[in-house]
T-cell receptor
Framework: ETGVTQTPRHLVMGMTNKKSLKCEQH?????MYWYKQSAKKPLELMFV???????ENNSVPSRFSPECPNSSHLFLHLHTLQPEDSALYLC??????????????FGEGSWLTVV | TQLLEQSPQFLSIQEGENLTVYCNSS?????LQWYRQEPGEGPVLLVT?????EVKKLKRLTFQFGDARKDSSLHITAAQPGDTGLYLC??????????FGTGTSLTVIP
């Protein structure tokens, strides 16, 4: 138990569906992240939120839409995805983006399959 | 261009053997973390090192941060099947994002 919880753990969706991934952290952290992990590729940072404000968007297609209603919750809204978007989506949090010695904690991930 | 390179990319060894995984960069990091990820799960933090030259031990695992804070190594003594997984290093740069290594996939054969 890392203190970061993701739901659902597994999701299969069609290319025309709309779905959302949810993340909740119980660590009192100020920063939250979405990462994408595909087979045989390094972790790819998608979005960063700091104190509920989006501070980074790494050229992610608009079919991925993040939402951070408060510092404990983070969503990733999915719409008209492509099969190549199938991957493990990892949520993470850290105390702050700027503190030296900062450590990032991951959730267990949401396996997404686009058919 | 990958900021952090890990080697080897794949490693398959017999139970009881020792191994070392390397994480190298030309950039300086304020801290460096090592994670282990099992199939279908998220990465789990093993250790954070902050000071150049720092050595930390976690049972049979020994982590070292390079003196210049550009590289790190993970040494496992007497590997066991439970050590099997993907090992990831991640460097943090103050005021910036975390940079993840390419990963080392370790298989320990009973």
């Amino acid at each position: 138990e890392t203190g970061v919880t993701q739901t659902p753990r597994h999701l299969v969706m069609g290319m025309t569906n709309k779905k959302s991934l949810k993340c909740e952290q119980h660590l009192g952290h100020n920063a939250m992240y979405w990462y994408k992990q595909s087979a045989k590729k390094p972790l790819e940072l998608m979005f960063v939120y700091s104190l509920e404000e989006r501070v980074e968007n790494n050229s992610v297609p608009s079919r991925f839409s993040p939402e951070c209603p408060n510092s404990s919750h983070l969503f990733l809204h999915l719409h008209t995805l492509q099969p190549e978007d199938s991957a493990l989506y990892l949520c993470a949090s850290s105390q702050d983006r700027t503190v030296s010695g900062n450590t990032i904690y991951f959730g267990e991930g949401s396996w997404l399959t686009v058919v | 261009t990958q900021l952090l390179e890990q080697s080897p990319q794949f490693l398959s060894i017999q139970e009881g053997e020792n191994l070392t995984v390397y994480c190298n960069s030309s950039s300086v990091f304020s801290s460096l973390q090592w994670y282990r990820q099992e199939p279908g799960e998220g990465p789990v933090l093993l250790v954070t090192v902050v000071t150049g030259g720092e050595v930390k031990k976690l049972k049979r695992l020994t982590f070292q941060f390079g003196d210049a804070r550009k590289d790190s190594s993970l040494h496992i003594t007497a590997a066991q099947p439970g050590d099997t997984g993907l090992y990831l290093c991640a460097g943090a740069r103050t005021g910036n994002q975390f940079y993840f290594g390419t990963g080392t996939s370790l298989t320990v054969i009973p």
